[in-house]
């Protein structure tokens, strides 16, 4: 009976947010492999044995992922269907404008010109990202990349700034690794470093734009930018996908809001809660 008295306890410790101590992690880690670690990280982990036993969790495949309950119809049976839509009326539609910026950008910045990074989507599965480049390659004499000031050429920020670097993730769109709408595809560094709280980002698929774009984008802290994020999560609906689409093509081409903060010409590193990057 104390055994499971313990047991009980430790559960609810992990319920409340209280993660247990490194010999759980160690133990959760080789009862689920290696592919538990590549996709359940950070404070995700902490939360894997308890999901085991609580209401709303799926497992497949051998993986342990939180199950996100759908905000209402919209969420559940049209937001799908509408992304691939849109995806695909805008690579019909503006099948021309890629054509053209991808021309530009070799011309301007070279090959080659697309740009793919690896980002986390949704329950943190790892998606290459596709993008337009948007600066050099220029390295210092120790081969080294120069900072991302230099490398990022005026051109690139009239790219950035009109988000049509962005333009290439209508095929992550296609693929179900994005929506239209959602919390922004974040590094895959930045996960360990997330609050309990903040994981829930990755509850739906990321997104093209988001709520948080549309609400300061770059100029607000990380910690208010995580907290539209979940709040998007919560609140999924076709009226807010619209208002944040409009949202997105007046910040874009009428405001001509740029990617910059107020102290770097690209946003700085989350280094993790109560940190700033250096």
């Known amino acids: ?24 992690r160690q133990k959760l880690h080789r009862r689920r492999g290696k592919r538990a670690e590549g996709c359940i990280s950070g404070g995700q982990r902490d939360r894997a044995e308890a999901a085991d036993h609580c209401d709303g969790v799926s497992n497949r495949n051998g993986e342990v992922t939180m199950e996100h309950k759908p905000y209402g119809p919209y969420e559940t049976y049209f937001k799908r269907p509408l992304d691939i839509l849109c995806a ?42 596709y993008k337009f480049r948007s600066m050099t390659d220029e390295r210092d004499e120790n081969g080294e990349l120069l900072p991302d000031e230099v490398r990022l050429t005026k051109f690139g920020k009239v790219l950035r700034a009109t988000s049509l670097d962005e333009l290439p993730e209508a095929f992550n769109i296609l693929k179900g690794d994005m929506s239209v709408i959602g919390p922004r595809p974040l590094l895959v560094k930045y996960l360990p470093r997330y609050s309990e709280r903040q994981h829930r980002r990755h509850e739906v698929r990321p997104g093209l734009s988001g709520y948080a774009q549309v609400h300061g984008r770059n100029t607000v802290s990380w910690q208010d930018k995580f907290e539209m994020d979940v709040k998007y999560v919560d609140h999924i609906t076709f009226l807010g996908d619209l208002k944040i689409i409009w949202d997105s093509v007046m910040a874009a081409f009428v405001r001509r809001d740029g990617i910059s903060s107020e102290t770097s010409v690209t946003m700085e590193e989350f280094m993790g809660n109560g940190m700033v990057a250096k």
Do not use: T
């Not at 306890?9 to 101590?21: A, K, N, V």
């Not at 805008?90 to 950008?105: D, H, M």
């Not at 986390?120 to 290459?128: A, H, L, S, V």
């Open 88 to 129: 695909l009326a805008a690579l019909i539609v503006f099948g021309w404008l890629y054509i053209l910026v991808a021309v530009l950008v070799r011309i301007m910045l070279g090959s080659p010109v697309i740009f793919k990074q690896p980002r986390p989507g949704r329950d943190e599965k790892i998606f290459d990202l």
């Open 1 to 24: 009976h104390r055994a499971g008295d313990d047991r009980r306890q430790q559960l609810d410790r992990l319920q409340c947010g209280h993660p247990p101590g490194n010999d759980h």
